[in-house]
Nanobody
Framework: QVQLVESGGGLVQAGGSLRLSCAAS????????MGWFRQAPGKEREFVAA????????RYADSVKGRFTISRDNAKNTVYLQMNSLKPADTAVYYC????????????????WGQGTQVTVSS
């Protein structure tokens, strides 16, 4: 069982930055694609970013390209999401997830999920 715990959310002004972290409980973290999703009130959960097990490949939603960066440290079983130039539209609960599929982007391909961390961007 892979357990994921997110941290780093909070309240920030538009244009500001936050870095989210997701710590995994098992060594199998290193063999999984890791992803970040988000869900705003009244909206469906949406893909934000994913990173391959080696860290060599990444994918981003068009809405965050050039502003967000996903990275991972397999030695620490941790994946990060650096969020810059934040906008009020980025306000959501952000979820970390793990998938056994190569660079998956669909939520249905992710088997393990964290509890989420709230990110609020004020205008």
């Amino acid at each position: 069982q892979v357990q994921l715990v997110e941290s780093g959310g909070g309240l920030v002004q538009a244009g500001g930055s936050l870095r989210l972290s997701c710590a995994a409980s098992e060594r199998t973290f290193s063999s999984n694609t890791m992803g970040w999703f988000r869900q705003a009130p009244g909206k469906e959960r949406e893909f934000v970013a994913a990173i391959s097990w080696s860290g060599a490949l990444t994918r981003y939603a068009d809405s965050v390209k050039g502003r967000f960066t996903i990275s991972r440290d397999n030695a620490k079983n941790t994946v990060y999401l650096q969020m810059n130039s934040l906008k009020p539209a980025d306000t959501a609960v952000y979820y970390c997830a793990a998938s056994g599929y190569s660079l998956a982007v669909s939520s249905t391909a992710f088997d393990y999920w964290g509890q989420g961390t709230q990110v609020t961007v004020s205008s």
